[in-house]
């Protein structure tokens, strides 16, 4: 008898933790930041894109090939997300390759469905109204209720596949429709009635550098049916071709096939993709859902998606476990996952020849100028090995293409945006002691991008390289007078040269570490080439010509053509690097800390873009981490919450939910390549990071709330901590970091020289 009631006792405690990880999706609206944003910052600085988080409520697996979106808008134009809030009506259901949270565009795409009573196949003129109350959007599940067919659509996936479910309330014919996305005319789309199959391809076209030329590759997509069909056809805009198989090369095109349904009657859809051929989307689709079963796809998902979210365990309050999640699902989306179940995905550049993965996964689109900051060293803690399989696959486009990419997106060279981050991402790998991938030549790769410049110009004006990486060198800064042409960003000269430092250190750590002596010496120096861009009279970040005298403008608050996306005062603080000797450089402590306030008793502080996302931590470098304490908690409660309208800018690839991920936790990396994170406030009474080597780090934050928000004392495993900062090793070691939290400053707590965080003072140094 007592080892049958163990026995039930054990069974009631598994259900009860597996009814705990299920709990976890239900935190998640996934229509967040698919609406204008009404937060604090809202449109201080942003223009029209940038008060959008353009997001998706899509359904996929963490970092999967695709995402299954509802669609809203009919396009693949740069700037336009496939879903927004605001809208009232239904077009269908999209395969989307968009660059989540950023304005981008969509690419290799196609959108299924369907309609009752007449044929209508055009995405505007087959929209269905529909309620958001009918609505549900999970990242496993997404369903709702299509008003004009009185009919229920429901969708769930795989990576590279999905399932979907069509319900009709209603007797009579009904059609699904299904077309490829191209904005440019081309693609084709195929019925083969044997095979109960609808088959086609959307050609991928570059963005940014070599704007609109073909990348090389496809979107190739399979769409698999159960019932027969009563009738068929293809259509080309207005005109419909009943009968026909096949259609290609036009605007508008399409296929459908129309059947008969009963009431309450529901018929499955299933449908994958490929950027290699149509065969390997045949094959992702019997390898991930080679059955009829929804629910079992469903539930397969569910389990994925808590799993994932299951690494970080929060206990708090509801509201801030819903931003706490919703930021998680939102991290999750890119880079993505390019490769077939068999391994081959296109090569990097060209799409030729077709390449087959060694280990691992192989992955696309880094928006790398925003996810370098917080998303990649996020990976670092909780997935090492997806972090692993990332570096990877950087160093497989050097291999494939010749250079490290700049912004590598669309499988392409891009030039996108500024800097050279992929040196950050595999830099703060490496000196994280990340494995999996040649720490040798991912050196070869980033120094040849530090130190050489194309030998063609054509090379350069397609994405190769540095831009303006002659002008630094020779200057140690980007004067005025290189217009920067080769970008799309053109000029930007003094945020290019900020970044470009802050590169060049952290691939001076990485030649330390590796023992490169000469070049760690040379590029610590170019580390403070930062200085060359900071006007000694103002203190601010300032333009430069090639004689070396600043501007005399009095510009720091207002957009210059210098300065990327931000204003002088934005940039002025971007060397997280070596902020000690920013604070040196403005004249002292005292300077620094008056400029840093003004920052928010000013409301310059621009949380809806990635250059001001390490501000609120640098007051732990001044020795006065309240103050961090303080903005940062007011940003958690006023830049987000969870509503479409929730997040104050966009969400760029997810780095803006990222920020809130780490904020949220206590810490953050203000210096990725620097294995140290800085304390901020945390939002949860207990936060536990289940780590990779089976460890676990918790964060206790005893007496948090709206109003305790600053740090009375801390204990690290019961010892006495006094460092506004914790290191990767400590994370990695597992323990508990235990504050006492109260709504008055401490400010005697961390605040000896000694406990801020690290700076280029305190480096070592070859002779």
Known sequence: MRSIYILLLCFLCNFSVAEAQILLQQYIDTRVGTAANTTASAGTFGKHTEEYGQTLPAVLMPHGMNFWTPQTQDTENKCIAPYYYKDSKIQGFRNSHWIVGGCTQDYGSMTLMTVTGNLKTQPEQRASIFSHTNEMATPSYYSVYLDDYQARAEMTAQSRSAIFRFTYDKEGMAYLIVNPNSDYGQGSIEIDLAKKEIRGYNPVHRIYQGWGEPAGFNGYFIIRYEMN???????????????????????????????????????????????????????????????????????????????????????????????????LYRTSFLPRVFNDVDGAYPAFSKGTPICYTQEGDYYEDFSIWDTYRALHPLLTIIDTQRE??????????????????????????????????????????????????????????????????????????????????????????????????????????????????????VLAQVAGKLNKKEDYNILMKRAMNYRNVIDPRTGYAQGRHADGSFLKDDNAFRFVRFITEGVPAHYTWYVPQDVR??????????????????????????????????????????????????QVSDIRHTE????????????????MSAWYVFSAMGFYPVCPGDPYYVIGSPAFEKMTIHLENGKDFIVKAHGVSEENIYIQSATLDGRKFENSYITHKQILEGGILEFVMGNIPNKNWATKKENCPPSILKQRVYN
């Open 229 to 327: 069909p009563e009738t068929y056809g293809v259509y080309q805009d207005s005109l419909v071709f009943s009968g026909n198989t096949s259609i290609g090369k036009s605007n508008k095109i399409g296929a459908y096939i129309g059947f008969k349904v009963k009431n309450r009657e529901a018929i499955l859809v299933k449908a994958a993709s490929s950027f290699v051929s149509l065969e390997g989307a045949e094959k992702n689709l019997n390898a991930e859902i080679p059955d009829w079963n929804f629910d079992g796809v469903k539930n397969r998902l569910e389990q994925s998606w808590e799993k994932h979210l299951a690494k970080i365990e929060v206990q708090g309050n509801h509201k801030e476990k819903e931003k706490f999640y919703g930021a």
């Open 388 to 505: 692993a399989d990332m570096v990877r696959s950087l160093i497989d486009k050097y291999s494939q293409g010749g250079w490290l990419p700049i912004f590598p997106c669309w499988n392409s060279y891009t030039a996108a945006m500024i800097g050279d981050h992929c040196i950050s991402v595999i830099g703060d790998a490496i000196r994280k002691d990340i494995k999996g991938f040649d720490v040798q030549k991912a050196y070869a790769a980033m120094r040849k991008n530090a130190f050489h410049e194309p030998e063609s110009f054509e090379e350069y004006k397609n994405g190769k390289g540095r831009r303006a990486l002659n002008s630094y060198l020779k200057y140690g800064y980007i004067p005025l007078e290189d217009s920067v042409k080769e970008a799309f960003h053109t000029c930007e000269q003094v945020s290019r040269t900020l970044e470009y430092a802050y590169d060049d250190y």
């Open 581 to 630: 000797g920013l604070m040196n450089l403005m004249g002292g402590k005292d300077k620094f800390i008056s400029k840093l306030d003004s920052m928010f008793s000013e409301h310059r502080y621009w949380h809806g873009n990635e250059p001001c996302h390490q501000v609120p931590y640098l007051f732990n470098y001044a020795a006065q981490p309240w103050k961090t304490q303080r």
């Open 640 to 655: 987000y919450d969870n509503t479409p309208r929730g997040l104050s800018g966009n969400d760029d690839a997810g780095q």
